[in-house]
């Protein structure tokens, strides 16, 4: 992983990583939750995502 991945990772967390009581699909319980619709709908996260898949796609 590059510092810019590792960047981006932390960046990701930090806005969508959700602390709480909740009733996952399965019935089981967590008290942290990766709410991928608040990664989908981050226009500056999507588009640093997309700047690093292209980059590590073009070698």
Known sequence: ???CDLTLARDIDA???LTGTFTLRS???ASEY???YLVET???LL???RA???AA???
């Open 1 to 3: 992983m590059t510092s």
């Open 15 to 17: 806005a969508c990583r």
């Open 27 to 29: 019935g089981q319980a």
């Open 34 to 36: 990766l709410d991928k």
């Open 42 to 44: 981050g226009p500056a």
């Open 47 to 49: 588009a640093r995502g």
């Open 52 to 54: 690093d898949l292209a």
């Open 57 to 59: 796609r073009a070698g």
